[in-house]
């Protein structure tokens, strides 16, 4: 009988599969009519969505391989800073200049994926590591005032007067920017790539020596998520129209990501979206109290990770299974057909 | 560059104090304590109050240093129960996302409560004259402390039976269990000792500069650094590292200037990860 | 009554028992040997016995005193030193200091100390040096050296012979049996049955987690099964 979400359904026909994305976009889709007039709750929806993207980039690298990279923000700054110098500065078309920073951060996860595997780093040695390149980055954002800006930041010219600037329509891009990341992530969980990363991350030695690459695994996985997470970078610098170092940085991004990715559970295919959305929510309603803000956080990660240490997702899952298996035990089942009576066909 | 120098090696001092505290801990018991910075701030603010309140200076310091090991005595016997209960990398994991939980409300209620206090311990006397340069009294205050302080903590750690255990349980824990020596009763007073440097980090650093409530993360990733150069696991390497990386600040301050320089440290940092994982001196040797 | 008293005790790891409902006893004074092949559930046996780990049914004793749930260091301070097969020594510390955690909480003996080191020559040649440098062999007499600092009055060893060469294990024995002059009760797990039976009064026979045999060491010698598993007696 199928287990839990974690273990792998590369049995289940495609469309069973890509159905919660497709509900899950489709509910989303709903959103502007209900906020679509205010400019402000848009710009929140669309904070939500864009967080959404983060995260899934970031459950790629560290819910599939266990790489705990706390540069989400600097590898989305990487994407919207790039993206914007080079359209304003340079005159590169602004779709070019995506791709091009996007490539750049991706370039970046997965050169520090690189060296992690190639030094075996651990958990908490890789989070130094890129936590170094995070601040780095950061301050090199405010160094380097004539490039970027430094505090002031920047203002992203290129983009402003297409329909990114508009109020409503960059939603659906940054919608289907997320939609797309989960079939990505759905067809990563039931590729061989994915199961080499389930297995990479239930038993590592285990996993090397059954022949799964780890090296290699943890190096795309580092690389492609931190393209997803440089793209939507430079999606929202474009869309947003003005960007500055405290829009990429390690508090505003990084923390927020983990957070919403181990609240929805690290490593399933909606936890992300779900996390996002509960902590725009959240952060909608404190706002109110905005004093006790920090403490409010502080005490919903405690009280999260000490209750639900696997996530929403997985925790909500596994007791819907137990539901499903307890349903089927109680049904009285129709008699079963009696077994074909064994003939022996004398020779 | 003499005094540049100089000026290193006696920041270096605090840097290397700075460092023990959050080395130790994860030495010992595997978790990196991200409210470490928090339990320093609290203990300024404690000790201002009190200094606000009317009370003299070294009872004021003394109430801060022990408010900040109370409060991390009572964070090693609730919230750090589940965590110890895991192994290698869950503990790591969980451990990390409680103490960043509990560097929120230790952040958040001091901001909120005071968010102007600040303490400042203006240490009197003119400037001293120390191997041909001038040093202000606060700083070599400060760091006469940090070097006495680190001393009793090695000798201790080398020589006292209590301070063997300790190593013992960084070394090898299982080990230490069959000598008799209670891990959890050894992490509760590290960890407790921890708040308290923390806090004496904290006090040490208002003889040169006032502490504000926001200084929290800055001494976090501060002591990180120094914890990872020196080892994660050794008082002395601590120290060895926060005196190098104390010249290397004040000689990139001094001749290139302050963003690079905070880059320049956090390469220190990732360039020691990568080239020598164990720090400079490693878990458990001083 | 019996110094060392293991009754119907179950232990295993993720629910699943390794070891079920074991019973042995070992007297005063008595050194007594449990023989078995690698799997058979010897370490995870030990390990629940010294608080290492929980057992999931049954009961230990230590000279009349209950310490089924008691934690490791709680045992070992009570009198029951335990030699793991991996030793667990401190390998940034000297051998002096490791000798001198053995007695923790309480000050190293002196004599102790003397008594120790007479009895391992090697260790007293190398009082200084980090227990991490150690050959294998001396890596051994160490752990079973500061097993002994604690003045225990139980020494139960896993596998002693671990990694040793032929007459090193030989030699290994050889001290074992000249501790039991000091009135020491000693309990150990050995895969080299020639050994264990040679040094040992009594044994007990672990295969799968079970008890198959016990009896005195001369009676498993002569055992055909016994000969023909463990002796490579066809």
Redesign the interface.
């Known amino acids: 009988m199928p287990r839990a979400a974690t273990v792998g359904r590369a049995g289940t026909p495609a469309v069973r599969a890509y159905a919660p994305i497709v509900v899950t976009g489709a509910l989303a889709a709903l959103l502007p009519l209900r906020y679509g007039d205010s400019r402000a709750m848009m710009g929140v929806v669309i904070g939500g969505v864009l967080f959404a993207a983060y995260t899934i980039g970031f459950n790629v690298i560290f819910g599939s391989t266990g790489q705990l990279f706390l540069c989400t923000g600097a590898l989305a700054g990487l994407g919207g800073y790039g993206s914007a110098i080079l359209s304003d500065r340079h005159g590169i078309p602004m779709v070019l200049s995506m791709v091009l920073a996007s490539l750049a951060a991706a370039v970046a996860g997965g050169l520090l994926s690189w060296v992690a595997v190639s030094r075996s780093l651990g958990v908490i040695f890789t989070g130094i590591v890129t936590l170094a390149f995070s601040l780095s980055f950061e301050n090199l954002l405010l160094g380097k005032r004539d490039l970027t800006g430094g505090e002031t930041g920047l203002v992203v010219a290129a983009g402003s007067d297409t329909f990114l600037g508009e109020q409503v329509a960059p939603f659906y891009v940054f919608l289907g920017l997320v939609v797309a990341y989960l079939a990505v992530y759905r067809a990563l969980q039931r590729s061989h790539l994915g199961w080499a990363f389930r297995a990479l991350r239930e038993d590592e030695i285990a996993a090397e020596l059954a022949g799964v690459d780890v090296k290699r695994y943890r190096v795309v996985a580092g690389t492609l998520g931190s393209g997803m997470i440089g793209l939507a970078g430079a999606l929202y610098a474009h869309s947003e129209g003005f960007i500055s170092p405290r829009t990429f940085s390690f508090g505003e991004v990084d923390v927020l990501v983990i957070v919403m990715l181990a609240f929805g559970g690290i490593g399933s295919l909606l936890g992300p979206v779900v996390g996002a959305a509960v902590y725009t929510v959240l952060e909608e309603w404190i706002d109110s109290f905005d004093e006790y803000r920090l403490i409010i956080y502080g005490s919903v990660i405690l009280v999260l990770f000490l209750t639900l240490p696997r996530g929403v997702v997985p925790t909500v899952l596994a007791f819907v299974g137990r539901l499903r298996r307890w349903w089927r035990a109680r049904r009285p089942r129709a008699p079963a057909a009696p077994p074909p009576i064994a003939t022996i066909t004398p020779r | 560059m003499r005094a540049v120098v100089f000026d290193g090696v006696v920041l270096g001092l605090q840097f290397g104090l700075l460092g023990v505290g959050l080395t130790l801990v994860y030495g010992l018991a595997g978790v990196l304590n991200l409210a470490y910075g928090q339990l320093a701030v609290l203990g300024a603010v404690v000790a201002a109050l009190r200094i606000d309140a009317g009370a003299p200076t070294i009872a004021a310091v003394l109430t801060g240093l022990a408010a900040a090991g109370a409060v991390a005595l009572a964070l090693d016997l609730t919230l750090m129960r589940p965590v110890y209960r895991r192994r290698g990398e869950d503990r790591v994991l969980l451990g990390l996302l409680l103490m960043l939980g509990v560097a929120f409300i230790i952040d958040g209620v001091l901001v909120w409560r005071y968010p102007i206090e600040a303490l400042t311990l203006r240490i009197g006397g003119d400037p001293v004259d120390v191997l041909g340069t001038r040093m202000r009294t606060g700083s070599l205050l400060a760091s006469a402390i940090a070097l006495g302080v680190g001393a009793v903590l090695v000798v201790f750690l080398r020589y006292a039976?209590a301070g063997?255990?300790v190593?013992?349980v960084i070394?090898?824990e299982?080990?230490?269990?069959?000598?008799?020596?209670?891990?959890a009763r050894v992490r509760a007073f590290v960890f407790a000792l921890s708040g308290v440097l923390a806090a004496l980090v904290a006090v040490t650093r208002s003889m040169t500069s006032p502490v504000t409530v926001n200084a929290g993360i800055d001494f976090t990733i501060l002591a990180l650094i120094v914890a990872v150069v020196g080892g994660l696991g050794s008082v002395s390497g601590a120290f060895l590292a926060g005196v190098l990386l104390g010249v290397v600040n004040t000689v990139s301050a001094h001749y290139i200037g302050t963003y690079v320089t905070t880059i320049v440290l956090l390469g220190a940092a990732a360039v020691t990860i990568v080239l020598r994982p164990s720090g400079l001196l490693?878990?458990?040797?001083e | 009554m019996a110094m060392l008293d293991i009754a119907e005790l179950s232990a295993g790891y993720l629910g699943e028992d390794v070891v079920h409902k074991v019973s042995l006893a070992v007297a005063e004074g008595e050194a007594v040997a449990v023989i078995g092949s690698n799997g058979a559930g010897k370490t995870t046996l030990f390990r629940a016995v010294?608080?290492?780990m929980r057992p999931s049914h049954g009961s230990v004793r230590l000279d009349g005193r209950p310490i089924t749930r008691r934690?490791?260091?709680?045992i070992?301070?009570g009198g029951l030193?335990?030699?793991?097969a991996e030793?667990?020594?401190?390998?940034?510390?000297s051998v002096t200091?490791n000798l001198?955690?053995?007695a923790?909480?309480k000050?190293p003996s002196p004599e102790r100390r003397g008594l120790v080191l007479d009895l391992f020559p090697r260790l007293a040649e190398r009082r200084r040096q980090r227990a991490g440098t150690l050959s294998g062999g001396e890596q051994q007499m160490l752990a079973v050296g500061?097993?002994l600092m604690?003045n225990p009055r139980v020494l139960v060893l896993d596998e002693p012979t671990t990694g040793l060469a032929p007459k090193l294990a030989v030699d290994a024995y050889a001290a074992l049996e000249a501790l039991r002059g000091h009135g020491l009760t000693i309990l150990v797990a050995e895969q080299q049955v020639p050994l264990a039976l040679g040094f040992a009064d009594r044994g007990y026979v672990l295969e799968d987690g079970h008890i198959q045999l016990q009896g005195t060491s001369a009676a498993l010698a002569e055992n055909p099964g016994v000969q023909q598993a463990y002796l490579g007696v066809a």
Not at chain 2, 174 to 183: K, M
Not at chain 2, 282 to 285: F, L, S, T, V
Not at chain 3, 87 to 93: K, N, Q, T, V
């Open positions: 039976t063997k255990a190593r013992s070394q090898d299982e080990g230490a269990q069959l000598c008799g020596v209670s891990p490693g878990a458990g040797r | 010294c608080g290492l934690r490791a260091h709680d070992a301070r030193a335990y030699v793991p030793r667990h020594l401190f390998p940034e510390m200091e001198d955690l053995g923790y909480p000050r500061r097993a604690s």
